[in-house]
């Protein structure tokens, strides 16, 4: 087995006659990126090079000593990383054997094990075909999807791609005497604070905070494979870019507007700018990226206007030496413990080298007490953002986290209210919020009344009883600023009973089971039936019963009615329709174990386009009937097809498989009431996805009240 040849950024000549052999690479793969990366604190810049009987595989990667972090002192392991941007392994064509592979990653793995190395994490280029060499070996994620234009078009065509309101916004700044061009004078100056000027106005995380040394080493270490492109508006700079040359590839890498001229949207002409350059100097493809730490965001959405073209971006995790990771890991807890701190997510990899916050006192919030800020998540937009209030919260501690994580970043504040003070979901808000119950008569008025004192901007309902109530009221909170996230009132009516539920959809075309009243001719039912409530959830007083002892059985069960026992596997399918009731998403899947009626094991359908056509016909249906928001529907996969059972107007107990499958609904649900278009995704989720719950607990000498 061959050894790998291991280079540094100073064998640069070596370095680039191996990226000059393979398929294709990138600007980020270049040796004089990752000697910027050494000199601004990164690490020790390598290149692994596997030499094979067909050819070659290559895998740059950062080298960090793990007693440099805080707590770790002392530490004599290492992990390794990538640098800012896409990286991730390359290699020659024809792609190497699946015994070049094994050996390619047997070799890394002993190098890894020689030099102490606990973790690597690596973002993949979603330009270049990397997953290959490397699957086996830890986690690869699919993290979200970038825009990229294709410039072997035609001019004609790329701009048929462009959205029309960037048309639109284009024309508007040439109008007003707006120019882009490339800037030769090799000056960062201006750009630089520009690009500060822009990260303070969204609220970036420091990490983005680059500094004049960062940029005056980029420019001395690539020259011209930097490029600065600056919009001008008479004599003053209103906007910047910065974007990076190799091969055929132009990536966007920078990008900066000056605050007065937001509005304007003046990336739009840059970009336009740097696509006609582009094409005509012939490069073949314009990477612009994805959003904010890949989510389709306002910035995804901004960049998605230039094009169709999208490609799956992933990162690579692994842990080559388990132990030792968890003793690290454990370290810099204890550590963190004893000076104050607390990792506030368990998601960052490496662990260890997660921010730290203080930790979080009983009753204290999560973030500082801001009810209203202004953010600039977009080029040429600048919403105001408000706060999400989840009710009767109980138990919903997944989809509480969900909301509490998009809000922080968003700069708003996430509370819950329920009528229980040791509800679990409310330890995990910024703030609790004690509700009445929805029976009470002043339910409404005290819920109004918290609404207006909290600048609630988006309230999300979880339980049954509340969606009647919060449907009849939503034109009244919409009038004080706040979307509920609730379907029409007459949209509920039908789907809270369950005759009435089988009788619509089955007028519409959809399969239902047979139904029939308690009075029925019991000799004209099958032997077996299904009784359950007429109106009910959680599957309470739900259950098969012989035909024999069905007066016993419905004299148990309120209002009951019976339906024919189903055959086949039952499904449940987590969707999304936006305020206007158009579906945008949905995530089928088995539920394999229930507690109290809801999901607790279960696993994402494989994509079948019979099964997801019926979905997404029915997805329609119920938009056309009232249906908005978000929505989880029961059916069963018999012989016959898909046959509908229920239709609840909420988010379902199995939330968490299907924002793990790719339904982002809380991100869309923001999205939306801020006024950012969110695009349809239908049958866009990863299947073959199993979820497994467990219970934990929370400790406290103070109940919320």
């Not at 009753?363 to 937009?381: I, N």
């Not at 700069?411 to 995990?428: E, I, K, N, S, T």
């Amino acid at each position: 087995m061959p050894e790998l040849e291991v280079l540094t950024t100073a064998d640069k000549d070596r370095w680039l006659a191996v990226l000059s052999s393979v398929e294709r690479f990138d600007f980020y793969d270049l040796p004089q990126y990752h000697e910027l990366a050494e000199r601004t604190g990164g690490g020790r810049g390598r290149l692994l090079v596997y030499q094979h009987q067909g050819g070659t595989i290559a895998l740059p990667l950062m080298f960090r000593s793990c007693a440099a972090i805080e707590g770790l002192e002392g530490e004599t392991s290492w992990d390794a990383g990538s640098v800012y941007g896409y990286a991730g392994p390359l290699s020659t064509s024809p792609p190497p054997s699946a015994t070049d592979i094994a050996d390619f990653q047997s070799t890394v793995r002993t190098l890894l094990d020689s030099l102490g190395v606990v973790a690597l994490f690596s973002s993949l280029n979603p330009l270049i075909p990397q997953t290959h060499l490397i699957a086996g070996l830890g986690e690869i994620a699919a993290n979200g999807t970038t825009v990229s234009i294709d410039l072997t078009l035609s001019p004609e065509e790329q701009l048929a791609q462009y959205r029309l309101n960037h048309r639109r916004g284009i024309r508007r700044l040439r109008a007003l005497g707006a120019a882009c061009d490339i800037d030769d004078t090799r000056d960062l100056g201006e750009f630089v604070d520009i690009y500060h000027e822009t990260m303070s106005r969204v609220g970036a995380a420091s990490q983005y905070f680059f500094d004049h040394e960062y940029f005056a080493l980029l420019q001395d270490l690539l020259g011209s494979q930097v490029k600065l492109f600056r919009c001008t508006l008479g004599d003053e700079a209103i906007a910047a870019g910065l974007f990076l040359v190799c091969g055929d590839i132009v990536q966007y890498h920078l990008g900066a507007t000056r605050t007065a001229y937001v509005e304007l949207g003046p990336m739009k002409l840059i970009i336009d700018t740097v696509r006609q350059w582009a094409t005509e100097t012939g490069m073949r493809v314009l990477h612009l990226g994805g959003g904010v730490g890949a989510q389709e965001d306002s910035l995804f959405h901004f960049k998605a206007g230039f094009s169709d073209r999208r490609h799956q971006y992933a990162t690579w995790r692994w842990v080559p030496n388990p132990q030792a990771y968890a003793r690290i890991s454990a370290r810099k807890a204890v550590w963190n413990s004893n000076h104050g701190l607390e990792f506030p997510s368990t998601d960052h990899f490496p662990l260890y080298r997660s921010r730290v916050a203080p930790i979080q006192a009983p009753g204290e919030p999560l973030t500082k007490p801001t009810v209203k800020v202004k953010t600039s998540r977009q080029p040429d937009s600048e919403p105001t953002f408000r706060n999400v209030l989840v009710t009767a919260a109980g138990r919903r501690t997944s989809l509480v986290i969900a909301f509490a994580d998009e809000v922080r970043r968003r700069g708003g504040r996430m509370f819950a209210g329920d009528v229980d003070p040791l509800a679990p979901a409310l330890f995990l808000a910024n703030e609790a919020i004690q509700l009445r119950a929805t029976t009470d008569p002043d339910y409404v008025t005290g819920l109004m009344e918290t609404v207006k004192r909290y600048e609630i901007g988006l309230l999300v309902p979880t339980i049954d009883p509340d969606l009647p109530v919060l449907a009849r009221s939503r034109a009244a909170l919409k009038s004080i600023g706040c979307v509920t996230a609730v379907s029409d009132e007459s949209f509920i009516e039908i789907v809270s009973d369950k005759l009435a539920t089988e009788s619509t959809f089955g007028t519409q075309g959809i399969a239902v089971p047979k139904s029939w009243a308690p009075d029925h001719q019991r000799t004209a039912l099958p032997d077996l039936v299904f009784v359950k409530p007429r109106r009910g959830s959680a599957s309470q007083g739900a259950g098969v019963a012989t035909r024999r002892d069905l007066t016993t059985t419905l004299s148990h069960t309120d209002d009951p009615i019976i339906q024919e026992v189903l055959s086949g596997p039952e499904i449940t399918i987590d969707a999304l329709l936006d305020l206007d009731g158009r579906p945008i998403h949905y995530v089928p899947r088995y539920r394999l174990r229930t507690l109290a009626g809801e999901s607790i094991q279960g696993v994402t359908l494989e994509h079948d386009r019979d099964v997801e056509r019926w979905i997404e016909n029915l997805l329609e249906i119920c938009g056309s009937l009232g249906a908005a928001g978000p929505l989880c529907l029961q059916a069963f996969l018999t012989e016959r097809g898909p046959v509908l059972s229920e239709v609840n107007a909420r988010f379902g107990g199995g939330f968490p498989l299907g924002r793990a499958a790719g339904g982002l609904y809380t991100t869309w649900l923001l999205d939306l009431i801020e006024g950012i278009p969110v695009p349809s995704r239908l049958g866009n989720y990863e299947s073959g996805l199993y979820m497994t719950r467990y219970y934990s607990e929370y400790f406290t000498r103070s109940p919320r009240w």
